[in-house]
């Protein structure tokens, strides 16, 4: 369920620096949370149905408002902003339930374009 989300948000933490990760859950009702070290302290997502929301909600405290190791840029996940932001979207490579998905940067499609105009 939402597995493929799930992944690309562990994966990216991963790329992020988090030094320790865990996703866990209480029951009646069931709500899972997600907490980490990152930069020497921890961090917690608040609680959500889905782990796939916690892992999203974690990704956001520690990236919103970082910086770019690529391109120097302010960082937001999640949301694409206008103006002078390197931006983190999920893309899917594939709709099934369980679908591959995967983050990419601002910068990194910026890079794609440049590259395709460069070919002609
Ligand atoms: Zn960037």
Known sequence: MLLGRTNAGIALLGHSGM??????????????WAEGNWNGT???????PYPAMAVED???RVLNGGQCGR???TTVVGI????????????AED??????????????????????????
């Not at 921890?42 to 959500?48: A, D, I, L, P």
Request: with cysteine; net charge negative.
């Open 58 to 60: 974690l990704l956001a």
């Open 71 to 73: 391109c120097h840029r």
């Open 95 to 120: 709709l099934d339930d369980d679908g591959k998905y995967r983050y990419i940067r601002t910068c990194e499609v910026e890079g794609d374009e440049v590259g395709r105009r460069g070919t002609g």
């Open 19 to 32: 030094t320790r990760f865990e996703l866990a859950y209480e029951e009646n009702p069931i709500q899972w």
């Open 80 to 91: 694409i902003v206008d103006g002078d932001y390197c931006c983190f979207t999920l893309v």
């Open 42 to 48: 921890r961090v917690f997502s608040q609680k959500f």
